[in-house]
């Protein structure tokens, strides 16, 4: 079975540095998608940003970029320049086929807080 | 513009009574899904529908009912055989067989009391 594991519940940042989250996944399929979604105090869940297994190139979306690992299932999400605005739980989630039908499966969660 | 639209925002349900909670999207998009999220335990699939008459359950269906009569509308029902339905529940919808992600709505907080 498709599982997502953050092993980090929460982390801290000071504004204007470097942060990254961590996410293991485990698959046995070849070809499959992974993303970032945010979830701000209002609990309106955001995409971040998404990345496709087939692409070697890691996916950027401005102060955004990812560390795909594939070999490793790891997929990190690096946060340049922290701002106020970034703090929130950060969900990592991979795109399952089971039984046909495809469905999010998401980890755990990290909680991110910006120091100003 | 275009969403997904949950109702209510907050809701309370007595020990034993059963509730609906709503979700209207006007995406045109195929998949609706539901997702329970507790602390601690991110989102947990309850149910979801690629078609319009046609359901699948999740990882967590037991207590839970829902129906797909059209496109746009995907209710929710927690029945009183959901011994622990106090949670934030969020539905979702996908277009066809695109990966860009899924939308969410905002969400119902659901408090027994």
């Known amino acids: 079975a498709q599982t997502v594991t953050q092993s980090q519940p929460e982390m801290s940042v000071q504004e204007a540095e470097t942060v990254t989250l961590s996410c293991t996944y485990d698959?046995?399929?070849?070809?499959?998608?992974l993303f970032w979604y945010k979830q701000p105090p209002s609990r309106q869940m955001i995409l971040v940003i998404r990345?496709?297994?087939?692409?070697?190139q890691n996916a950027t979306e401005n102060r955004f970029s990812v560390n795909f690992q594939k070999a490793a299932k790891s997929f990190s999400l690096k946060i340049s320049d922290s701002q106020l605005g970034d703090a929130a739980m950060y969900f990592c989630?991979?795109?399952?086929?089971?039984?046909?039908?495809?469905?999010?499966?998401f980890g755990q969660g990290t909680r991110l807080t910006i120091n100003p | 513009d275009g969403g997904i639209t949950q109702s209510p925002k907050y809701l309370f349900r007595k020990e034993g009574q059963n509730v609906t909670l709503s979700c209207e999207q006007n995406l045109n998009h195929d998949a609706m899904y539901w997702y329970r999220q507790d602390p601690g335990q991110g989102l947990r699939l309850i149910y979801y529908?690629?078609?319009?008459?046609?359901?699948q359950k999740g990882d967590i269906a037991e207590g839970y009912s829902v129906s797909r009569e059209k496109k746009e509308s995907f209710p929710l029902t927690v029945t009183s055989a959901q011994k622990n339905p106090t949670a934030f529940y969020l539905c979702a919808t996908r277009q066809g067989a695109q990966n860009y992600g899924y939308t969410f709505g905002s969400g119902t907080r659901l408090t027994v009391v």
């Open positions: 989630a991979y795109r399952a086929i089971i039984q046909g039908a495809q469905k999010l499966v």
């Open positions: 698959t046995s399929e070849s070809d499959y998608y």
């Open positions: 529908s690629q078609i319009v008459n046609d359901f």
């Open positions: 990345q496709e297994a087939y692409k070697q």
